[in-house]
């Protein structure tokens, strides 16, 4: 029986977290790696693409190519992360509950429902991401608009180019820009509170094989009066992944400055690998951490470790309140239905007598 299911407090749920990441390592990093391996293939593609247009001098006539790419790699990027997210949700909660778990069984456990899992993550997206996506591709729509007018220079233009375009019409374009940037705020405070709200939809939805509309819910259910240690959880994920990527990707900081704004082909690629390193790392550290706030919340709210000790005991746990009222009906007497079948005076034949 797993001693662990018990209200945790915060700190205690981070020390669960580092202690599940510390002792199955190679689990969770392992999962994380197909999909680290997988984005950093793609973007191999994209660097050899960019290099070969270079080469071919049509780097600038062809620059919608790579854009192009770039945004297949961004969906199949967000794709991939959606399923091994899942899978690592699955094996953190079958390490946490004592079962055994490897890196094929994960993947080869959510490879069934993997049309529900990332039908969960657009929903999740779109539900808490829309205003900051609207935000940001009104800011993409306004620098090809303006450059498209010649009021900033297109990509690879000249310093030369850059500084003719100045004028009344840059104005306009500072002026909407900075407009975009304060309507960035409230954009992200808003995607960050309903994104709170999501927080335990994939983890229950993968142990509880949920829909992906009634992950949802389940989720704003369980996550209330525990979002702001959720937030507590994210922030200091940020904060190691902020400073793990501060330190490996430091040292590309002055080959850039080196090479005017571009990093050699071999830079690249080595830039690529060390990316993936760090995406395996820490990938694992907020999906263990929220699948153990899922736990901890239904101990909290339906008694689950009672459940758990009820069902390693052997003994039967009770259904649902929606089963109950169904078990509770009386089945129907030779065709009657009960509401037909006379029903004796109050206090006869009930074992209860008036005069006694």
Not at 3 to 16: A, N
Not at 54 to 75: D, N, Y
Not at 199 to 224: F, G, H, T, Y
Request: charged share 10%.
């Amino acid at each position: 029986m797993e001693s662990h299911l018990r209200p945790l407090s915060l700190g205690e749920i981070l020390d669960r977290t580092a202690l599940l990441y510390r002792t199955n390592f190679q689990l969770f990093a392992g999962i994380s790696a197909v999909y680290a391996g997988l984005v950093m293939v793609l973007n191999m593609l994209l660097i050899g693409l960019s290099a070969l247009l270079t080469a071919k001098h049509v780097a600038t006539e062809l620059h919608w190519m790579v854009q192009v790419f770039s945004g297949i790699i961004l969906l199949l990027t967000y794709m991939a992360g959606g399923v091994a997210v899942a899978a690592n949700n699955r094996a953190v909660a079958w390490v946490h509950m004592g079962e055994p778990a490897t890196i094929g069984s994960a993947y080869q456990s959510i490879l069934p429902r993997i049309g529900r899992y990332l039908w969960l993550m657009f929903l999740k997206t779109f539900f808490a991401g829309t205003p900051l996506i609207a935000v940001y591709a009104g800011f993409i729509g306004v620098i090809i608009y303006f450059q498209n007018k010649g009021v900033i220079p297109q990509p690879g233009a000249s310093p030369q180019a850059a500084a003719s375009a100045r004028g009344p019409e840059f104005l306009v374009f500072g002026g909407i820009s900075l407009i975009l940037l304060l309507l960035l705020f409230p954009a992200l405070a808003y995607c960050i509170l309903m994104g709170l709200r999501y927080a335990l939809a994939v983890p229950a939805c993968v142990v509880e094989n949920l829909r992906a509309r009634a992950a949802i819910k389940r989720s704003i259910e369980l996550s209330k009066w525990s979002r702001g240690r959720i937030f507590m959880l994210w922030l200091l994920v940020a904060i190691v992944e902020v400073g793990l990527l501060t330190i490996t990707q430091i040292f590309f900081v002055i080959p850039v400055f080196k090479h005017h704004q571009q990093l050699p082909v071999g830079l690249r690629v080595l830039q690529q690998f060390v990316a993936f390193l760090t995406n395996s790392f820490v990938g694992p550290i907020l999906a263990t951490g929220l699948t153990l706030f899922y736990y901890d919340q239904r101990v909290r709210k339906e008694g689950y470790d009672i459940e758990w000790m009820m069902q390693a005991a052997g003994l039967t746990v009770p259904p649902p309140a929606g089963q109950v009222e169904l078990l509770q009906t009386p089945a129907p007497l030779n065709g009657v239905a009960p509401a037909d079948v006379a029903q004796p005076p109050a206090g006869e034949d009930r074992g209860v007598h008036p005069h006694e």
